[in-house]
């Protein structure tokens, strides 16, 4: 594996936590548990926050304890800055390598200027959330919890929405804090992906960051993703360092046996770490 540099991780890290904030919070021995009843990973697991936090039985079964009661799956965040053994700790209570992802950081350069078709606003507006929630889809158009999260941010941040003929058809949020500004949730509408309205968004977004004083941008995307990881990589973006999740089978769950007996169905050994809320969680629309 190759070498990350710690400092940025810590410093990307501490940012996420801001721009992306939990309904609940608790430290347990170098790690940041967050809790956002189910909606997104990011929010929703067991991070690293100090550079060689270690793991022992002890601490993964309290840890698991702490979402088994809140009646989430346990979900561990493994971003490089655990200690090298937490990896194989959890592989061997049985927790599975579930949905790589990668985070991405860019100069923001003269270049990145403001789409006239993108309106941002520096709050979430009810059209806004609707409006990203729906284009997301699936797992991620509860856009009750969605606007729950973005009302809770305290950074600058802005809302944009990207309006083609009269529409709304594409949504996206940055949030800048001490020099970066990060780009969250990028998404277009699904019937108008591929028109290139996601590189738009994303460039008015880097502008507005500069303009909030950010030098460098950073993102965070499933390493699956080919066509979002391409448009970043065309716009410049480098990758920072690689993380995965490490999630309990379904059937390797107390909670999810249960439910499963109770309704006489058969177990799956689908890696359903997350509440219903997970699957299109950290998903950016094709661009």
Request: hydrophobic residues 45%; aromatic residues 8%.
């Amino acid at each position: 594996m190759a070498e990350i540099d710690r400092a940025l991780v810590a410093a990307l890290e501490s940012r996420l936590v801001n721009a992306w904030p939990a309904f609940e919070v608790e430290l347990a021995d170098g790690w940041l548990l967050r809790f956002a009843e189910g909606y997104s990973k990011r929010a929703n697991s067991a991070s690293p926050i100090l550079p060689g936090a270690a793991l022992d039985r002890d601490l993964v079964q309290a840890i698991v304890a702490s979402f088994e009661t809140r009646g989430l799956a346990p979900c561990f965040r493994l971003t490089g800055l655990e200690d090298p053994g937490a990896d194989a700790l959890l592989e061997s209570h049985g927790f599975v390598p579930f949905d790589a992802s990668l985070a991405m950081v860019a100069p923001i350069g003269p270049e990145m200027e403001r789409d006239p078709t993108v309106r941002i606003e520096a709050a979430a507006k009810p059209r806004w959330i609707a409006g990203a929630a729906a284009s997301y889809g699936g797992d991620k158009a509860n856009a009750e919890i969605l606007g729950r999260i973005v009302r809770t941010i305290r950074q600058d941040a802005a809302f944009a929405t990207l309006v083609l003929d009269g529409d709304e058809a594409g949504w996206g949020l940055a949030v800048a804090e001490r020099g970066f500004v990060g780009l969250y949730d990028i998404v277009v509408a699904p019937s108008l992906r591929g028109l290139g309205l996601g590189r738009r968004l994303v460039a008015s977004l880097l502008a507005w960051g500069r303009e909030a004083g950010a030098a460098q941008a950073y993102l965070q995307v499933r390493e699956a993703n080919t066509v979002a990881v391409g448009l970043y990589r065309s716009l410049g973006f480098a990758t920072a360092y690689r993380y995965t999740h490490r999630v309990q089978p379904a059937d390797a769950r107390p909670d999810a046996r249960a439910r499963e007996e109770a309704a006489g169905s058969d177990a799956t050994t689908a890696p359903a770490a997350m509440s219903p809320q997970a699957s299109a969680s950290d998903r950016v629309g094709s661009a």
